[in-house]
């Protein structure tokens, strides 16, 4: 259970939008439907490849605000274009919401997705921030009433489909293509092997993935997404461990045979140093000159 003083967020993710404008971006205003990329389709099925967008960094960065209480992606699935993306999205815990394309372009996102949020404030008093993964001016009410609520609004658009007025009416906004950019994991160094080897796992999914490296890769994610809790990169260990297990929340240190979280990030000692002043113990990535 959550501690009673963290802050929840809860993620309404425009999906339509976001693909649209993705590919768009990728391959000049207007293409989306004047392809008729929808249908995935001949040489569309490559060019919506080149322009896929990268859910886990929209989620990732989303939970360096707190915990995910409430995640939601409204689109027609039954699209080819989006498709694609329902298995990593389930597997993210999102929630799918059907939208049926009536009108052959919109597919009225916009007014359940600010139904939605305004129900959800109202019954679920502890969500601190509201995220809101599009761009269309249409947002902007939603966005305005959710602050007037008291609630802190974080917008993410595509570059190029953004609206100025939606960007102005959030506390916080990003760019897509910022976020994106937040989740590239650098190849893993060779990590230190702990005192105590973890037991072996006889099942087939511990088989086929190697436990250092995704735990080196959520590390590096973990960093990446609370460096700038303070302007010098520096990230308490207590809210850094607290940002991975938003980011997986199987991980323990213990079972990679850590006995500690400060052994885990001892032996990660290649992308990240270790300040320690008494009971008080910070990390930070280590610069890459």
Known sequence: MAEPTETRVAVYIDFDNVVISQYDHEHGRGSFIKEKARTATGDTAGKLEVATVDIGAILDYASSFGALAITRAYADWAA????????????????????????????????RLAIDVVEDLFRIQDISHVVIV??????????????????????????GSTSSAFKNACDEFSY???????????????IEEPTKKAPRRASAEAASTDPQRDSHAVLQRAMEARKNDDVDGWVVASALKQQIKRLDAGFDEK???????????????????????????????????
Do not use: C, H, W
């Open 80 to 111: 080819p274009a989006n498709t694609r993306y329902q298995k990593q999205l389930i597997n993210r815990a999102v929630d799918l919401v059907q939208l049926f394309n009536t009108s052959g372009t919109k597919n009225g996102a916009d007014i």
């Open 134 to 159: 599009a761009g269309d001016s249409d947002y902007i009410p939603l966005a305005q009433r959710a602050r007037r609520m008291g609630r802190v609004v974080v917008g993410i658009g595509v570059e």
């Open 176 to 190: 897509y293509e910022q976020v994106a950019q937040l989740n590239v994991v650098d190849e893993p160094a060779v």
């Open 255 to 289: 079972k990679l045979g850590f006995k500690s979280f400060t052994d885990f990030i001892k032996a990660n000692a290649s992308i990240v140093e270790l300040q320690e002043d008494g009971q008080n113990r910070r990390v930070r990535l280590r610069s890459r000159d």
